[in-house]
């Protein structure tokens, strides 16, 4: 099985950053998809962002869901077996419980569904 655990979180006002980080277990992680969800209280989990293997000579493929393009920007590094997310520009809206979750078939959705591994996830609060 593989393990996924995201740091990072915190408390930070409005306008201020945050990254978020997620070290993944097993050797064939760089072939997989890994993205990032949130969910605050009551509410459904949010696709939020989400990044695939690269192709040798491409650059990996990225992608955003609307509310969070152009603030948060999504990274790997192979070599560590971490996936990132930094979060610029954060607003009380994006408080929430963010998980890291894998996808092995190493394709793209934004349905949690698609997603067969998930860390425990990290609180992140945006005060007014």
């Not at 593989?2 to 201020?16: D, F, I, M």
């Not at 993205?35 to 992608?63: C, H, K, L």
């Amino acid at each position: 099985q593989v393990q996924l655990v995201e740091s990072g979180g915190g408390l930070v006002q409005a306008g201020g950053s945050l990254r978020l980080s997620c070290a993944a277990s097993g050797r064939t992680f760089s072939t997989y998809t890994m993205g990032w969800f949130r969910q605050a209280p009551g509410m459904e989990r949010e696709f939020v962002a989400a990044i695939r293997r690269s192709f040798g000579d491409t650059a990996y493929n990225t992608y955003y869901a609307d509310s969070v393009k152009g603030r948060f920007t999504c990274s790997r590094d192979n070599a560590k077996n971490t996936v990132y997310l930094q979060m610029n520009s954060l607003k009380p809206e994006d408080t929430a419980v963010y998980y890291c979750a894998a996808d092995s078939r190493g394709l793209y959705t934004v349905n949690p569904e698609g997603y067969d591994y998930w860390g425990q996830g990290t609180q992140v609060t945006v005060s007014s």
